[in-house]
């Protein structure tokens, strides 16, 4: 497998308990999944899920960062029920395959990329 499966597969699978990820990276994604689950409402029987969530987001990033975190998470959760509302599908539109040929994606420069970005240059 590439980069690409191996990290859809380490994201789809059980990424809390994964060492393809950081402490940090799993409490961004939990408290992303908290989003957009829903898991903040509770459910019968079920107590809401955000509490333990934000407190291990806390460990690791200030409020800026956490707002940052929510509001992309909230955004991709808006998007995606904005075109799956009105039955836009984005993979298949033909414009799409004009970008192809514009961009790519390096794996080895993007996991550079994203360990250089500021979640991981917190004063500790």
């Not at 987001?57 to 799956?84: C, H, P």
Request: hydrophobic letters at 40%; proline letters at 5%.
């Amino acid at each position: 497998m590439g980069f690409e499966e191996d990290l859809i597969e380490a994201i789809q699978g059980d990424y809390l308990n994964s060492d393809y990820f950081t402490d940090e990276e799993k409490a961004a994604m939990r408290w992303a999944e908290v989003m957009t689950l829903k898991l903040y409402q509770g459910a019968p029987g079920k107590p809401p899920e955000d509490g333990p969530a934000m407190k291990e987001l806390k460990k690791y990033y200030d409020d800026a960062q956490i707002i940052e975190i929510s509001m992309v998470s909230g955004f991709f959760n808006f998007w995606n029920r904005f075109t799956d509302g009105l039955k836009i599908d984005i993979e298949d539109n033909p414009v799409m395959n004009l970008f192809k040929k514009s961009t790519a994606v390096d794996p080895e420069k993007y996991v550079a990329f994203m360990r250089d970005c500021w979640w991981n240059h917190q004063d500790k």
